[in-house]
Each structure stands twice: as C-alpha cells, then as structure tokens.
C-alpha cells in the first residue's frame, strides 16, 4: 500500500524551483569543506512525531489523522506506522530513524505483552531496513509518559518503578542493538522535581546515575559500540530537570564517572528554554569533547515552551553548523524531533515540513563553510586574543606564574587603555555580507 502518493521522490531542484516537494538547497551529491553534503548532514526521522504526533494540544483533539488506514492502538496500526515511515524516508531520502521504545508499539497492561510486541515489530523492521539501507541513529525509552512515572523513573522515590524503568531501559537496548542502532539517548523529562519540601535530591541523583551505570554495562555487553546520550532539558514537564543544560551535565557525568561513555544530544528548543543559544549549547559540548547529536528543531520567541518547530532560521542553522565543522566528525547526526503545526494537518505538509528543515540545514552548512573559508571571523577572534601569544601571556597559560608577580605588574600600570573594542556590529556586517554576496 501507498500512503503518499502525491509524490514519487522528493529531488534536488535547486533554488529558482518554485515545486513545493523539492528540495532547493539538499543537494546531497555537492560537495562542501571536500565531503559530499549528505555525509555531513545525517539527517533522522523521529518516529513519534512524524507517525504518531496527530496535533493534540492542550486545548483540543488531534487534528491530523495518522490511522493509516488501520485501528490505531492495534499491532497492525503498529506495522502500517512501520510502512508509512519506510516510503516516508525512501521518497525523503532520509537514512536514519530514531525512536522510543513506545512510538514502535502501544504500551500494553502488562509489560511483557508490549516486549513481545516489540519483537514482532522490530523483527518486521529488520526486513525493511534489510530492503532500504535505512538506519537506526538512536533509540531511547519512554520513561515519562505512563502515570506510573510520575514522580520519575531513575529519579523516582520508589525502587519498584525504579525496577520498572530499568526494565524499559534494557528492552530499549536490546531493540536498538536488534536495529543496528548506533547510539542511545536519555531524555530526562520527569527526572527533576517540582518542591524540595517532598524531594532528596543527593539520593535522587544517585540512583539515576547508577542507571545509567548499569545501561552502559548492559549496552556494552549486548554490543552497542556508539554513544550514550544525555539530551538536556531544564524543565518541561517538570520544574526543575536535573540535565538543565550541557554544562550541568557534563558536570554530572564527570562527578559520577560516566564520562567517557555518554555525550550530549543537543536540542536546539531545548537550549532556548534553558536562556542559552543553540550555538552555546554545542560549543560548551564540543569544548569538552562532548559533542555527540542534535534534535535539529526550533522554538518559537514569542512562546515559552517547547514547541518543536521545523527548524527554518538560517542564521541559527548557520552557527550550528559552524560548531559541528569545528568539532570534527561526530558519532549521531540530525534528527528531527519536530513536529507540523497543528493546523497543518496533511501529508504533504510532513513532507514539506522535512523539506524545510533539511534545506534550512543545508543552508546552514553552505554558510558555515562560506565563513570558514572566508576567514574574517576566526582572524578576528584570533587577534582579539593576541596579547596572549606575549611571552607573559604565554608563561600565565603555562602555570608558570605567582599571582604576586602579575599583581606587580598590574600596578605598574597607570591608566586602563580603552582601545579594546568587541565590534560586534562590525562582525555582524561582516556575516551578512558573507552570507549575502
Ligand atoms: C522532549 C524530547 C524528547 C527526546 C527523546 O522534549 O526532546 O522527545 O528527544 O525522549
Ligand atoms: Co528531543
């Protein structure tokens, strides 16, 4: 069965196309920075958003049918999301899927029934990537969704929902491993608290890292060879999110030894809740060596929660893309984790809604290159720290020097010299005529 049938294959057509299901900036075949572009943009399917989100909002029913034809909630439904989402990424040409545990199959009464669902739809998923080449770029557990979540999972005051979330973990585990999955996330969204006078945050905080200790052992000894994940989130759903933000993170990786297995899945909506920009977030990630994924979408300014926009600013694509340049390569790629407004309830609009994002994405790499091989930016920032290629800039840096001995020489100093400006609206102008010629 067909669902789209309203086109064949989605096809570079460049910009002057005014064709709606084309793209005009992913050329996957043009080379950037010497790599073809689809090398540097491994772009992933969500599959909860892009098979399962029907425009329900806090207000009002879905508004999109996402049935497929069948009873949803059933193992059939299950299997059509399955063919839905392969002809989606085949016309796409998208390679990587990403998922939850329960976006495969609906969450049965009994845990072991929604296990064996998970087996007979993975198994039917093996046969389809079999066919396509598709891949799996992470999957992850939903551990925030069912009520019995909700004073969290790892973080949870009880030790039998602590049991019940490992549980999760481990078959989330098994299926990304049965998927070829490359990498695994955790998305702490009820891993936080709402009131400190019904909360022992030290234990709390413990425990989840004594999860994710035993994830790593499980994940490693059933053959997961990519990274772990933590994706940040400062609240929503909960007040306070324990991975607020990178920095936060990483900390806490570091201060319970999980570094050298976990990275960071930066979200772009997520970064924004935290007061940070998107480029923020992956540069505190990259300068630790931490950079590991994206959930390329976007929030909205004049909204304060976390919409999951289609990524459509440049400039921000831009600046993220100069990040990912700079760190090299990384282990996961761009999923989407974005879904259509409400009101645009078609088909053809998730097919134009990825078209979106992934020109909005390409563009952003076709600038990051344009303002890497420019130079006027690095050369900037480079002079900007000149003095500190002085020989006593050089000795500070080495741990060479007394704080005695640069105080002397801080009060041989008469008067602070003011010619030090940051030209930031110079830089600004700069970019634009980069971006712009
Ligand atoms: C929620 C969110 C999740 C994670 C995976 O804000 O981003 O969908 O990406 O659990
Ligand atoms: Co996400």
Redesign the pocket.
């Known amino acids: 069965m067909e669902y789209f049938n309203f086109v064949k294959k989605v096809v570079f057509e460049g910009p002057e196309s005014k064709n709606p299901l084309a793209y005009k900036f992913y050329d996957p075949e043009r080379i950037i920075l010497g790599k073809p572009m689809k090398e540097h943009l491994k772009f992933a399917m969500?599959w909860w958003h892009n098979l399962g989100a029907d425009g329900t909002d806090m207000f009002g029913r879905g508004t999109i049918d996402k049935s497929f034809g069948v009873v949803p909630g059933t193992l059939e439904h299950a299997k059509a999301k399955v063919d839905a989402g392969f002809e989606f990424m085949t016309k796409m040409g998208i390679k990587y899927f990403c998922f939850h545990d329960v976006d495969l199959v609906p969450e049965q009464k009994d845990i072991n029934d929604t296990n064996k669902m998970l087996d007979e739809v993975s198994d039917y998923i093996v046969e389809k990537q079999k066919e396509t080449g598709i891949k799996c770029l992470w999957g992850t557990a939903n551990l925030f969704g069912n009520p019995r979540y909700m004073c969290g999972g790892g973080t949870s005051n009880r030790v039998d929902v602590y049991c019940f979330a490992a549980a999760q973990i481990k078959k989330a585990l098994d299926i990304t491993v049965k998927l070829g999955g490359e990498n695994y996330v955790f998305?702490g969204g009820r891993e936080g608290y709402e009131t400190l006078l019904n909360t022992d945050m030290g234990l709390e905080e413990e425990n989840i890292a004594q999860l994710m200790k035993m994830a790593v052992e499980y994940g490693r000894k059933i053959g997961l060879k990519g990274d772990f994940y933590i994706?940040p989130?400062p609240k929503e759903p909960m007040k306070h999110q324990y991975d607020f933000d990178a920095a936060t993170s990483i900390g806490f990786l570091r201060k319970y030894g999980l570094d050298k297995d976990f990275k960071m899945?930066i979200?772009a909506n997520?970064a924004e809740l935290a007061k940070h920009t998107f480029e923020h977030e992956l540069r505190v990630s990259r300068l630790n060596g931490m950079l590991g994924s994206i959930?390329a979408?976007e929030g909205d300014c004049v909204l304060g929660w976390d919409v999951?926009r289609f990524p459509a600013n440049v400039y921000t694509a831009t600046f993220a893309m100069l990040e990912i340049l700079k760190a090299g390569k990384i282990s996961g790629g761009l999923?989407f984790?974005a879904k259509t407004r409400r009101a645009s309830n078609t088909f053809e609009d998730m097919f134009k809604a990825y078209i979106l994002g992934m020109d909005t994405w390409a563009l952003g790499l076709i600038n990051a290159a344009k303002i890497i091989e420019d130079g006027r930016i690095d050369k900037f920032v480079a002079d900007r720290y000149a003095t500190w290629n002085s020989d006593l800039g050089k000795k500070i840096r080495a741990g060479e020097c007394k704080l005695e001995e640069l105080a002397a020489i801080g009060c041989e100093q008469k008067f602070f010299s003011a010619e030090n400006s940051g030209r930031e609206e110079e830089l600004q102008e700069v970019l634009n005529s980069i971006l712009f010629r």
Request: avoid cysteine.
């Open positions: 969500a998305w994706e989130k899945n979200e997520h959930d979408n999951d999923n984790d």
